[in-house]
């Protein structure tokens, strides 16, 4: 028998044992697919494409564009989202110092007049009927938040025409790996076929890791909190490596092994890493596939910049495309499928988007034959590139 509460419910509730508890960390939230803890990447749109956001504990790898432009943006998005959290960050990069990529992460959107300023940059596209804008076949397709509203319980949104303030910066806790400061203070050291700035990174990290109380089998006294690790260009010259100068590197198993471990540390912490990666320039296509393979998530970034897209009428909305190459299986035996394959980003004056590619459906006006080849064959390639369930497919599936 089962007593009525007062609001006509029964007053029976089912019992979670405090172990297998989530915790509750600021800025996190448990996935209603596999119940893993999750953080914002500092994108929504790129959150609802790998299934609500990060898993803590797993790295999401970064294909570089061309420049390296967008994806550096991408870093910048996810440590800014740390900042608004108030998560621990560790930044480590070869090329550019830590504190001047800090510098220049973009400011948080808490003004609803900065929301409104945002918003008529959209009033323009949405003003006007939908059918007559995209094709049928994106109709019936759920909307992506890629603007600031109520709807977005999740992340946050930034403007990146501004950046975060001096004062903010001096309030947060972060840590730096400089990879040139770091071996001016020590002797070069090299271990297991590993190159010497690869290893200093794994002691730093391995470091910050135990002594900051976020491994997971300590328990912090302090309130509990989440590390935030970003890496730019891994794999570069700059770190030591020659994996994007030959087709035989001299260490051809380095950048992997690194991959290896430094998953291993991230499975047993509460820690979220990016990574991005200059895959354009790693010319041995086996290093590659197995740096995807020792990666959770895997995102590949394609400029328009220098190609002949950025000219093609096509894609005059959009400045790149966004191929998901991998997405984490996490407590199931099948990984999460993306729910669209066509992906496109564009840089406003403010904000960064990431939309579902909408081609024009009326193409007799503007766009030559040769063009309308080019359409046929863009379609198919992003069917078959951004998502695993095209594969094998001569034809669409309208």
């Given at each position: 028998m089962a007593a009525l509460a007062t609001g006509g419910a029964t007053s029976f509730q089912r019992k979670v044992p405090t172990s297998s508890r989530l915790a509750a960390i600021a800025g996190t939230r448990p996935s209603?697919?596999?119940?893993?803890?999750?953080?914002?990447?500092?994108?929504?749109?790129?959150?609802?494409?790998?299934?609500?956001?990060?898993?803590?504990?797993t790295l999401l790898l970064i294909e570089e564009d061309k420049y390296g432009i967008y994806s550096n943006l991408f870093l910048k998005y996810f440590l800014a989202e740390g900042i608004v959290c108030g998560h621990d960050l560790f930044v480590a990069s070869a090329k550019e110092d830590p504190a001047d990529i800090l510098k220049e992460v973009p400011a948080p959107l808490f003004d609803d007049a900065h929301k409104n300023q945002l918003d008529e940059e959209e009033s323009a596209i949405k003003s006007k009927?939908?059918?007559?804008?995209?094709?049928?076949?994106?109709?019936?397709l759920p909307k992506m938040e890629v603007s600031p509203g109520t709807s977005a319980p999740f992340g946050h949104f930034y403007d990146v025409?501004?950046?975060?303030?001096?004062?903010?910066?001096?309030?947060?806790?972060?840590?730096?790996?400089f990879l040139p400061e770091e071996v001016a203070l020590q002797p070069e050291i090299k271990t297991c076929n590993m190159t010497c700035g690869y290893t200093r990174l794994l002691q730093s990290i391995q470091r910050i890791i135990c002594q900051e109380g976020f491994h997971g089998s300590y328990s912090q006294k302090k309130q509990k909190n989440i590390l935030r690790i970003g890496i730019q260009s891994l794999g570069s010259v700059l770190w030591g490596d020659d994996v994007c100068c030959t087709d035989n590197p001299d260490d051809i198993h380095s950048l992997t092994k690194f991959l290896y471990v430094l998953r291993g540390l991230l499975r047993t912490s509460l820690s979220a890493c990016i990574i991005t990666v200059p895959a354009h320039l790693i010319q041995n296509t086996a290093i590659m596939e197995r740096v995807t393979n020792l990666s959770d998530t895997v995102v590949g970034l394609e400029s328009f910049i220098g190609s002949?897209?950025?000219?093609?009428?096509?894609?005059?909305?959009?400045?790149?495309?966004?191929?998901?190459?991998?997405?984490?299986?996490?407590?199931?035996?099948?990984?999460d499928v993306s729910g669209t394959k066509d992906l496109a980003f564009r840089l406003k004056r403010k904000l960064f988007t990431i939309e579902r590619l909408h081609?024009?459906?009326?193409?007799?006006?503007?766009?030559?034959?040769?063009?309308?080849?080019?359409?046929?064959?863009?379609?198919?390639?992003?069917?078959?590139?951004?998502?695993?369930?095209?594969?094998?497919?001569?034809h669409l599936d309208f």
């Open positions: 209603v697919r596999h119940g893993q803890l999750l953080l914002s990447s500092g994108l929504p749109s790129l959150d609802g494409v790998l299934g609500g956001g990060l898993a803590v504990g009927p939908e059918s007559m804008n995209i094709a049928w076949r994106y109709q019936n025409s501004k950046t975060v303030s001096s004062d903010v910066l001096q309030s947060i806790k972060w840590h730096r790996f002949e897209r950025e000219t093609n009428p096509l894609y005059k909305d959009y400045h790149g495309l966004i191929h998901v190459r991998q997405i984490p299986r996490l407590n199931s035996l099948i990984c081609l024009p459906p009326d193409l007799s006006d503007t766009v030559s034959r040769s063009s309308k080849q080019d359409l046929a064959e863009s379609t198919k390639l992003l069917s078959s590139g951004c998502g695993a369930m095209a594969t094998g497919k001569k």
